[in-house]
């Protein structure tokens, strides 16, 4: 039989015996290196070299930034600012949860460490004013899914590596789609909003709304130091990764103090944990991608989607079809390493821009995080409201239906990615 399709098969089959995913991709790699007399020997250096990439440095810092500013505090004081200026229209309460999401996913680089942030301030205030708590949940975990796209993203870095591209690109190219999925989710807000008469707060008067803004401006401007020094050239992505711990920590220690030792200790904790995970599993999900690659995998399963329709039309509708049953099963790292190398060659063949392919592959892993069974937004936000997930699954449908709809802006519009790194002269 076809080694790739032994290869695919049993990591498949890994997975759905519930087998977790980096013991399944690790497991394949190092199986089929060894039956097929391909230097199991390279193992070490190929795990090393996947790792040992200056770029993805940012990674385990962003996270880090991520938790620290989560511990922190800096959510709070946005919600409240947010709150004040939206009212009490319907769905008011939904729409300050979206804006929060989109505004903390440009401090955080994860949809995880966004749900968690704005979803213990969000859930609780929703539920008091009575939106029904799964609702809550669902709307939490859709908004998040913004933090992928809105720069910092970990997502990026990780793409930018495998792809060799610009990251400041990347990260350019995201803010206009990541906009647009949190706009896509205002019409599901108001709508059921609507249906259930679910309100909001009564409306900031000028000295409120004054007296919040200046309590949330640490908040606000973490995101002009971070991505403003990026595009202003004054230090590249990875050292804004670290700028963006360090701003966390001066704000924690110096100017709210709410981070003493024993809270130190757990965020660093928390995030050596996080950064762990994520990097094992780009070590190993490389070395898949170099054993499928050396067996010739990926090359016959690019020609074979070419096989299907020489329209690239018709080629962009069954990846992105096959990005999101993946990012079902998935994470987006993984997804990454065992996809791209099947992408890059059809990529060439159509001359498609390598950063809007990386926005659209990666609105698609975005939506990944609320649909089971992987679903990582969504179990962090049943876990919050302590709901059911099939409760918060139901209440999901239509924020995913309103998703689906800006990724498909994004697939056939390529101007909206790339209008912002063009209009910014980044390269």
Same mark, same amino acid.
């Given at each position: 039989m076809e080694p790739g399709i032994l290869l695919f098969g049993l990591f498949f089959v890994l997975l759905l015996a519930g087998v977790p995913i980096l013991t399944a991709v690790g497991a394949s790699a190092l199986l089929f290196l060894w039956q097929f007399n391909l230097g199991i020997q390279v193992t070490a250096a190929n795990v090393y070299a996947n790792i040992a990439?200056?770029?993805?440095?940012?990674?385990?810092?962003?996270? !880090?930034?991520?938790?620290?500013?989560?511990? %922190?505090?800096?959510?709070? &004081? $946005? +919600?409240? !600012?947010?709150?004040?200026?939206?009212?009490? %229209?319907?769905?008011?309460? &939904? $729409? +300050?949860?979206?804006?929060?999401?989109?505004?903390?996913?440009?401090?955080?680089?994860? &949809?995880?460490?966004?749900t968690a942030a704005i979803g213990a301030v969000m859930i609780p205030a929703m539920a008091r004013r009575g939106y029904a708590v799964g609702f809550a949940a669902a709307l939490v975990a859709a908004a998040a899914t913004t933090d992928v796209l809105i720069p910092p993203s970990v997502a990026f870095v990780v793409y930018a590596v495998i792809t060799e591209t610009s990251v400041a690109r990347l990260f350019a190219a995201g803010v206009v789609p990541g906009l647009l999925m949190g706009l896509a989710l205002v019409v599901p807000v108001v709508w059921l909003s609507r249906r259930h008469g679910w309100g909001g707060e009564p409306w900031g008067t000028p000295r409120e709304i004054a007296r919040a803004a200046w309590e949330a401006k640490w908040g606000l401007v973490a995101p002009v130091i971070i991505l403003g020094g990026i595009y202003g050239g004054v230090f590249t992505p990875t050292e804004a990764a670290v700028v963006a711990v360090a701003y966390g920590l001066f704000v924690g220690l110096v100017v709210f103090r709410n981070l003493g030792l024993r809270e130190l200790y757990a965020t660093f904790r928390d995030a050596a944990v996080a950064s762990a995970v994520v990097m094992i599993v780009v070590a190993f999900a490389g070395l898949f991608s170099w054993t499928g690659s050396t067996l010739g995998v990926m090359d016959r399963a690019a020609r074979g989607l070419l096989g299907w329709s020489d329209n690239p039309y018709v080629i962009l509708l069954l990846l992105n079809a096959l990005l999101l049953v993946a990012g079902m099963l998935l994470d987006a790292i993984s997804i990454y390493y065992v996809f791209l190398p099947i992408f890059l060659p059809l990529m060439k063949q159509f001359a498609w821009d390598p950063i809007w392919f990386g926005v659209m592959m990666t609105v698609n892993l975005a939506i990944g995080t609320v649909t089971p069974p992987v679903a990582v937004n969504l179990y962090v936000a049943a876990r919050l409201a302590k709901v059911p997930i099939e409760e918060v699954s139901r209440w999901a449908l239509p924020f995913v239906a309103a998703l689906l709809v800006a990724l498909l802006l994004v697939v056939y519009v390529p101007a909206l990615t790339l209008w912002l790194p063009d209009a910014l002269g980044i390269r």
């Open positions: 990439k200056f770029p993805l440095l940012a990674i385990p810092f962003f996270i !880090l930034a991520g938790f620290v500013m989560d511990r %922190v505090g800096l959510s709070r &004081g $946005l +919600v409240t !600012l947010l709150n004040l200026l939206v009212g009490p %229209v319907r769905g008011g309460l &939904g $729409l +300050v949860a979206v804006g929060g999401c989109v505004f903390f996913g440009a401090i955080s680089g994860t &949809g995880p460490a966004d």
